[in-house]
């Protein structure tokens, strides 16, 4: 859905769908190394190690990852619906019934808003929704969506008040089919889905990175700015870990517990330094269950870019911030780096900075990728298409894909400790980026080069 064209009755609702990183994870390799599910246009579908793609699996998949019996996988899609009888049929009626008696209200609401921004529908976030600090988010949408196709002639008088309806006909169409987010559980049998997958999480509201532990037959994810924790098969013991999530998190290598970026603030705020807490909870219990176990704080850290949170092999937590030190003044702006902390200290634990050269890391570390053995960290600058590999150890960068005058939408992935998998223009001047497999020592291999266009292109910018 394009922002510009919208205005009027769909600017704020449109705004608040459009969520995450810029840098995606769109390779996902399995915990045996031997194939990936890969997220295309035309769906999800799985890769061997020559990069030879399997026919779409499901469609409308934003995050994937593995089991630990490399048998199946934990997704996050966005079933397509047209209107709002298909998502009253999907989603709870606890979610519904509040969005239908918003919908009820919302001619008033939207005449009183024409009405402020003097028939402007495109003065109507500055005028109306922005000094009300009104966010609803996609339940505005669903409301708009629900007033839509249950009351039409209101719907399409409202509509005659505004610019452009048959745009704006057409993006709340194309919202209708993104709206309704799902969790679930698909099992493979080869290259094909084994049945037909087990839901475990359908709403409105926003999920985020549903990731299994493990050891144990749970998986965690987040549902707004809630950290939670499941059971694999369905069962409602569930647990709320922790809110105010800012970024992504991690399992301990144990499976046992989490680690996390808690907001100090009520809400994350762009264009400056946001501060958070890295924690670690114990989410499973002795019987493999969900439970709110014991919590521990890592560290603080000053946050330009959204926090990531990753556990090295060895038990230690990595995270990138910039060096923090209060008083500061109000346009003060360090260099970031990556941190590491023990929680084997306790209360004692500090976070240490990793040395590296000034000026060689990127100002936005918000985008990379661990190797499994824990050595080395990929990262995916926004900001260009270069893409460097950081030594843990001692701080040296290696810039494995220089800068070819892109801009870098894809993070890194590993297949190995020594095999890493990134997207980049192939050669200065190429115009097709394409998928590359990266080993120290040796040329990168060009490994989409029989993948259609549309496989490609969202890559890179």
């Not at 769906?43 to 934003?62: F, H, Q, R």
């Not at 966010?135 to 505005?140: A, I, M, N, S, T």
């Not at 999920?207 to 707004?224: H, K, Q, T, Y």
Request: charged content about 25%; glycine content about 8%.
């Amino acid at each position: 859905m394009s922002i510009r064209r919208i205005n009027g009755l769909l600017a704020i609702a449109a705004l608040m769908l459009i969520t995450g990183c810029i840098v995606d994870e769109r390779m996902f390799w399995s915990p045996d190394g031997s194939r990936a599910a890969v997220r295309l246009p035309e769906g999800l579908c799985l890769m061997d190690v020559n990069g030879k793609l399997s026919a779409p699996l499901i469609s409308g998949v934003t995050f994937a990852a593995w089991l630990p019996d490399n048998r199946g996988l934990v997704i996050l899609r966005r079933p397509a619906t047209t209107n709002w009888q298909e998502i009253s049929r999907l989603v709870p009626r606890e979610e519904t019934a509040p969005v239908e008696a918003l919908a009820a209200g919302l001619p008033g609401l939207i005449t009183v808003a024409l009405n402020a921004a003097g028939g402007e529908a495109s003065a109507l976030e500055e005028k109306f929704f922005k000094p009300l600090k009104f966010e609803l988010g996609p339940w505005l949408v669903a409301g708009l969506i629900c007033l839509r196709d249950t009351q039409p002639e209101t719907f399409n008088k409202l509509l005659g008040r505004v610019k452009e309806t048959d745009e704006l006909q057409k993006d709340l169409a194309e919202a209708c089919k993104t709206i309704v987010q799902e969790i679930s559980v698909v099992r493979l049998d080869g290259d094909k889905l084994a049945g037909q997958p087990l839901v475990l999480e359908r709403t409105l509201a926003e999920l985020g990175e549903p990731r299994p532990s493990p050891s144990a037959a749970v998986v965690a994810f987040l549902r707004d700015d809630v950290l939670n924790v499941v059971p694999l098969d369905g069962s409602t013991n569930r647990v709320a870990v922790s809110r105010k999530i800012a970024g992504s998190y991690d399992w301990t290598r144990d499976g046992k517990g989490l680690v996390f970026p808690v907001r100090l603030s009520e809400k994350w705020e762009g264009n400056t330094i946001n501060l958070a807490h890295i924690q670690r909870r114990i989410v499973v219990g002795p019987s493999g269950t969900p439970i709110e176990g014991d919590s521990l704080l890592l560290g603080m850290g000053a946050f330009a870019f959204t926090p990531r949170v990753r556990c090295l092999p060895d038990g230690r937590v990595l995270f990138a911030s910039q060096p923090l030190q209060l008083p500061a003044a109000a346009n003060s702006m360090s260099e970031a780096r990556f941190y590491v902390v023990d929680p084997a200290k306790g209360t004692e634990a500090v976070p240490v900075a990793i040395a590296s050269e000034s000026g060689a890391l990127p100002a936005d570390l918000a985008a990379f990728a661990v190797s499994p053995d824990g050595r080395h960290v990929a990262i995916g600058e926004s900001g260009s298409d270069a893409i460097a590999v950081l030594e843990i150890a001692t701080g040296r960068l290696e810039v494995v894909s220089p800068k070819r005058g892109a801009q870098n939408r894809t993070l890194p992935a590993w297949r190995g400790s020594d095999e890493l998998y990134l997207a980049a223009l192939p050669k200065v001047g190429a115009r097709r980026p394409e998928w590359l497999r990266w080993r120290k020592g040796a040329t990168p291999q060009v490994l989409s080069a029989d993948w259609p266009d549309t496989a490609v292109q969202p890559l890179v910018k």
